[in-house]
């Protein structure tokens, strides 16, 4: 079992451009989540849902969709990248709502210019 | 709203030293709490969690943590370190409904030989 995976690995996008970060799961999880990760300051959720066919907001939305296009995968979009949204960007499931852990992806490496 | 502070940023360490690292959160309510690792390139990996029950946990490779409920606090402890434990943790709590969590802002550990 593959767990969580990120693809890309590595991107580079010119301000302005838009792109998607996909997430995959084969654990039979039901909530998904995505967040990133700046130097100082943890990781911060950008989106979650904690069931396919809903999404919810997290703490750092602005500037993010997301779509859950089934119980499997969970994908992130930038419309219009800005250098703000240079960060390293984490996929996590987890069993469902409640006293679950959360299981991480290797990460997206997203660089604005 | 919820919130973790960690107040070691930097902790650097000889091999075979005790370790501690501080964790406060702030909620009232219903609380779960993580240790997670990232080892340098590596994506977060479980250390621990302490949903209800004995409040000293025990996670993977000879860490533990005590939850003390009068102080809010989880703090993180390895009583001999060595140099592979060299990587960012970060200490999370969920209060359960959807699972989101709220990370630290991480500890970076270096052990050196």
């Known amino acids: 079992n593959a767990g969580v995976t990120q693809t890309p690995k590595f991107q580079v996008l010119k301000t302005g451009q838009s792109m998607t970060l996909q997430c995959a799961q084969d654990?039979?999880?039901?909530?998904m989540y995505w967040y990133r990760q700046d130097p100082g300051m943890g990781l911060r959720l950008i989106y979650y849902?904690?069931?396919?066919?809903?999404?919810d907001k997290g703490e750092v939305p602005n500037g993010y969709n997301v779509s859950r296009l089934n119980k499997r995968e969970f994908s992130l979009r930038l419309e219009s990248a800005a250098p703000s949204q240079t960060s390293v960007y984490f996929c996590?499931?987890?069993?469902?709502?409640?006293?679950?852990?959360?299981?991480f992806g290797p990460g997206t490496r997203l660089t604005v210019t | 709203a919820q919130s973790v502070s960690q107040h070691n940023h930097h902790v650097i360490l000889s091999e075979a030293a005790s370790l501690e690292l501080g964790c406060n959160y702030s909620?009232?309510?219903?609380?779960?709490l993580f240790w997670y690792v990232q080892y340098p390139g590596q994506h977060l990996q479980l250390l621990l969690k302490?949903?209800?029950?004995?409040?000293l946990v025990k996670g993977i490779k000879g860490f533990e943590a005590e939850f003390i409920k009068s102080k809010f606090s989880f703090n993180l402890r390895k009583p001999s370190v060595q140099w592979s434990d060299t990587a960012e943790y970060f200490c999370?709590?969920?209060?359960?409904?959807?699972?989101?969590?709220?990370f630290g802002t991480g500890t970076r550990l270096q052990v050196t030989l």
């Open positions: 849902s904690a069931s396919e066919g809903t999404t």
């Open positions: 999370a709590a969920s209060t359960g409904t959807a699972s989101k969590l709220t």
């Open positions: 654990m039979n999880h039901n909530s």
């Open positions: 302490y949903f209800s029950g004995d409040p």
């Open positions: 909620y009232g309510g219903t609380v779960n």
């Open positions: 996590a499931t987890c069993r469902g709502t409640g006293s679950y852990e959360q299981y």
